[in-house]
């Protein structure tokens, strides 16, 4: 459904096929106009937005291996309050954290 929205994709409009006129099928001429591509700012930006996202690693080893190593330390105190607040958050928006 996003793709009927005027330039969301980038994609500019493609050459028309212009055919002329014949007396049959055999001697009909055809000839297709110049495909232009037209990328718009926006799917630029978007481009330039997923290619940084890329480089960011899934997972952050520095910090997992840090709480790794409070935990098994027993250091590890976690702030409550904020746990329960999006807790109640998740729960009321239905979302997952």
Same mark, same amino acid.
């Given at each position: 459904?996003?793709?009927k929205i005027n330039?969301?994709?980038?994609v500019g409009g493609?050459?028309?096929? $212009?055919? $002329?006129?014949?007396?049959?099928?055999?001697? !009909?001429?055809?000839?297709?106009?110049?495909?232009?591509?037209?990328?718009?700012?926006?799917?630029?930006?978007m481009a330039n937005?997923?290619?940084?996202?890329?480089?960011?690693?899934?997972?952050? !080893?520095?910090?997992?291996?840090?709480?790794? $190593?409070?935990?098994? !330390?027993?250091?590890?105190?976690?702030?409550?309050?904020?746990?329960?607040?999006?807790?109640?958050?998740?729960?009321?928006? $239905?979302?997952?954290?």
């Open positions: 459904m996003i793709e330039n969301v994709t980038g493609v050459g028309a096929l $212009k055919q $002329k006129r014949g007396s049959g099928w055999d001697t !009909e001429e055809f000839s297709v106009a110049a495909d232009d591509l037209e990328v718009s700012p926006f799917a630029r930006e937005i997923s290619a940084e996202l890329n480089r960011i690693p899934d997972v952050r !080893e520095d910090l997992v291996s840090d709480l790794r $190593k409070r935990v098994a !330390e027993g250091t590890y105190e976690p702030d409550l309050n904020a746990l329960a607040s999006r807790l109640i958050w998740a729960g009321i928006n $239905k979302t997952e954290l």
